[in-house]
């Protein structure tokens, strides 16, 4: 396997090696007209600049480019002494547009990442993923062996990655995927599609650990954030999340051997008109047993917010979900700290536990969420927990 990979990379690179420096997508064949198909441009683009022998810049500039779905991926051949960067020309970072035949995506991805260590994608670009033409076929509600829609962005097994100021827009399904990554950062994104799009969730990441997420504003159709599971180290903040089903850890205890998470941190964010706030889910019946533990999350705005606080250990979206036996997901040291704003519904705390696995010190302290219209009162419900609490407590804790 590691020599078939070493030959390969050998063989990219056999033709002409570069001393590193600045690689134009439009020095590549790339049209930028948004009628021309400008995959190969872009992929001989990062031939050349993975080959390259230093610092390299692919530059994408201005312009509207068509793209199927495009690979880029390492180990590139300066690592690990070399940043790769992509960067735009400045003002403003090219437009990728992706097409929208759905048989011209085999794997479920659009742009893919995988194996890099230390890229940068920075700039103002925008990743189209034209998603509103195919919603329709998105029927992974009802449909079990559904087609998997392709992700907007795929980050796989990437080491010290840093995404800045990009926006992705109007993804097919999720909008940017993280998994088996490690120093993941993301700052100062935009990620956009309408409130009732299917499964655009904003970004998901699992498997990963020393992730940040920073100063993003989410606007989607589902979760604004979902972390999975094997997660550790993650810092969350300055997120602006809505429409959308608000931050969650979760949903967990899915598929066998799932892993533990824990070392969650999520603060400082505004969460305006979504299904849940704060959420930890974890299905029934789960296969095997884990532990999300030390999960933080504090210093939260709610805004007209359906779910504001929510532990839901009976996840189950589809209502499918027969011969239901407790979930095996153990949470314990969770902590909700000064949460603040509305609810639109009137239960604003739900703790629904494990039945098997109760919950253990989930601590609320200084919550205080009103009802949207003006004068209802709040309350909380819990099942298999007991909550500790101090400071202001609106709703007040279940008796
Ligand atoms: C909880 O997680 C945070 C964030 O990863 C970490 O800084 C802290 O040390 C952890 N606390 C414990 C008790 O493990």
């Known amino acids: 396997m590691v020599k078939l990979f070493l030959f390969l990379l050998c063989f990219l690179c056999f033709n002409g090696v570069s001393l590193g420096g600045d690689f134009n997508v439009k020095d590549y064949g790339a049209k930028a007209d948004g009628r021309t198909d400008d995959a190969q441009a872009f992929e001989d683009t990062w031939k050349a ?54 048989n011209e995506y085999p794997t479920g991805d659009w742009i893919f990442f995988g194996w890099i260590d230390k890229l940068s994608i920075v ?83 699992e498997r990963c650990s020393d992730v940040i997420i920073k100063n993003t504003r989410v606007a989607t159709g589902d979760d604004c954030i979902s972390l999975g599971q094997g997660l550790s180290n993650v810092f969350i903040s300055g997120i602006e999340c809505g429409p959308g089903h608000g931050i969650s850890v979760g949903s ?64 189950c979206p589809s209502g499918n979900c027969p011969n239901q036996t407790p979930s095996q997901v153990k949470i314990t040291d969770v902590f909700f700290k000064n949460i603040h704003g509305s609810s639109s519904s009137e239960v604003a705390v739900i703790l629904h536990c494990s039945q098997g696995f109760p919950c253990h010190n989930v601590q609320l302290q200084d919550i205080n969420i009103v009802r949207s219209s003006v004068g209802a009162p709040t309350r909380s419900t819990c099942m298999n927990i007991k909550a500790l609490y101090s400071g202001i407590q609106v709703p007040p804790p279940c008796s």
């Open 49 to 102: 600049a993975c080959c390259s022998n230093g610092p390299a810049t692919i530059w994408i500039p201005q312009g509207t480019y068509l793209v199927g779905p495009l690979k880029f991926t390492g180990p590139c051949k300066s690592v690990p002494r070399i940043t790769m960067k992509m960067e735009a020309s400045v003002p403003k970072l090219g437009y990728l547009k992706a097409e929208t035949d759905l």
């Open 123 to 205: 700039g103002t670009g925008t990743f189209d993923g034209q998603g509103a033409s195919i919603w329709h076929l998105n029927d992974c509600q009802q449909n079990k062996k559904c087609k998997l829609l392709p992700t907007n962005l795929k980050f796989i097994a990437m080491t010290n990655t840093h995404i800045k100021g990009i926006t992705s827009l109007n993804s097919k399904n999720f909008h940017i995927g993280v998994v088996d990554c490690k120093h993941f950062k993301a700052t100062n994104l935009k990620i956009i599609a309408p409130g009732e799009s299917p499964n655009t969730d904003g970004m998901h990441v």
């Open 252 to 315: 967990l205890g899915k598929y066998p051997q799932e892993k533990d998470v824990s070392g969650i941190i999520v603060k400082d964010s505004t969460i305006t008109g979504t299904l849940n706030g704060i959420s930890i889910k974890s299905w029934p019946s789960s296969p095997s047993p884990s532990t999300a533990y030390n999960i933080t999350f504090e210093n939260i705005i709610m805004n007209n917010v359906n779910n504001p606080v929510i532990i839901d250990q009976l996840y």
